[in-house]
């Protein structure tokens, strides 16, 4: 069967920058699991995967926009340390992510991401590390099948390169 709208696919992938930078692979593990047509990968790669079969090779060159977002620079920020409880405060450090309140829509949350540290600064970012990024996936399809009632009605893979649960 060809990849469709609810189809269970595993495959293998090398996520690469365009400066040839690996971001992430799945080579040497399992495949990774994604359920078709419910934006469980990003919308560059979903596009490309459609009518793929069993064994194809992609290779998806996908655009900021279609990827993890362009970077916006409103959502790059700098706090005093003072804002995080006192006895979070001397355990910030750079990856620490946390919900917060949307700088740009205050009735909404945000994830943001503590990106450095400097004296009583510090950095966070709502941006996704990879958002204004062009990435580059190289695709290896393993196997397709048809998603299971409980799969659809969660929206994602179960088992294997899924969710566990
Ligand atoms: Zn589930």
Redesign the pocket.
Known sequence: MAIEKNSVVHFHYTLTLDDGEEIDSSKGGDPFAYLHGHGNIVPGLEKEMLGKEAGAVVEAHVSPEEGYGVHDPELDMRVPKEVFPPEAADDLQAGMMFQSQNPKDPNQDIILRIVGIEDNVVYVSGNHPLAGKALNFAVEVISIREATT??L??????GPG??N?
């Open positions: 409980e799969e009605a969660h929206g994602h893979v179960h899924g969710q649960h």
